[in-house]
Structures are given as C-alpha cells and as structure tokens.
C-alpha cells in the first residue's frame, strides 16, 4: 500500500488523468526541465537552486523516494520543483507535449548489470531519439552513471546520435562537471574510488 503523499510540491498524477498545465503548475512560463528518476531528491534540490529561472519536473516511479524528495524541495524552500510519481515513457508520451524540454537529466539509471538483462537498461540509442522529439533546440540531455559498461555505451552511441551535438568534445565522457552537482549517491561512489561516467549533449 502506498504512503500518501501530501506534499504541496506533488503533483497527482494517472495514465487515465488529462496532462497537467505545467504553465499552471508552476504560475509561469519558464523553460521546463526532466529529471528522470529523482531518487531521494539531493540532486534536483542542487540543481533546482543553481537554476531558480527553470521549472524541474522530477520523476519516479519509487513512492518513498518520491516522499523524500519533497521533503528535501519544502526544507529548501524551492518553488520550482514539481513531482510526479510515474513510469517515464508513459508519463512523457501523456504529459510533454512535442518540443517542450530545455533540458532532460538522467542520473545512475538501473544499471541491470548482468548480460542477459541489458536490454532492460531504460538509455540507448531508440530512447534517446523518443526524448529528442520532445526537446526543444538547443536543450541539454545529461547522463551520469556509476556502472563503468553503461558510461562507456552511452558515450558511444551518443557519438553518432542523430541531432545531438557533444559538448564535452574531444572527449565523449568525463568524470567530472564542472557546475553539475554531486548527489550523496554519487558521492559514496567517487568516496570509494569509483568514477562517475558523465555524457553531455546538446539537441541541434
């Protein structure tokens, strides 16, 4: 059974509900933002601060995540974070229209590490095109892991992605961003020597 979710920053939402006015939402017009898979929210809660001028859609599909990544927005004091607890692909099809996106975030995926299960793995080369039709020109598409295969996939087939150019040239992925906050996550892994695998594309 679920744990009600009271938040004045959660956003209700099901497959058979209309798509919400985000422009209503939020009370203006500012370029809009996914996160996908917020996790426990330190991340967005960073990055939400560092850009008050975006409004950041965070989503998940894990109800205690979702409850904790409220808290984190109402303790900061953000009025630019909404969340949605939803499946990704179902809720992007009903709720973004086309050429909408600035910017589209997707930090430490399940990695499904074993060989038989990678073709579970939510980044590859067909969603990234799905993500593309609801990105506006110029948006930014960032990806993080801490899986070493799944960094090195997606810098690969990002590099000759279609309609994306890559903004970390010459490399096609680093360990490092430089403005790009640490989520505790990330850090527990870098802590214990492991990098973080970070690609960073722009729509053209």
Known sequence: ?????????YHPWGDAEPAPE????????????????????????????????????ALDFY???????????????LTNVRVLRAEARSFITACITATSLHMVIINC??????LRHRKRRLVNSEFVAYLSG????????????????????VAEFMSVQSGFINKLVPDTYRHYLDGYPISKYMRRFMDNGQPIYYVHYRKT
């Not at 995926?109 to 074993?114: A, E, N």
């Open 1 to 9: 059974m679920l744990i009600p979710n009271n938040s004045p920053v």
């Open 109 to 114: 995926p399940d990695p499904w590490p074993k």
């Open 22 to 57: 985000w422009r209503a939402v939020f009370g203006n017009n500012n370029p809009l933002a996914l996160e996908i898979g917020c996790g426990v929210g330190d991340f967005i809660v960073q990055m939400a601060a560092l850009h008050p001028d975006i409004n950041f859609i």
């Open 63 to 77: 109800n205690k995540g979702c409850i904790k990544t409220c808290k984190r927005i109402e303790k900061a004091g």
């Open 134 to 153: 609801f990105m506006v020109s110029d948006a930014d598409f960032y990806f993080a892991t801490d899986f070493v295969d799944y960094g090195l996939d």
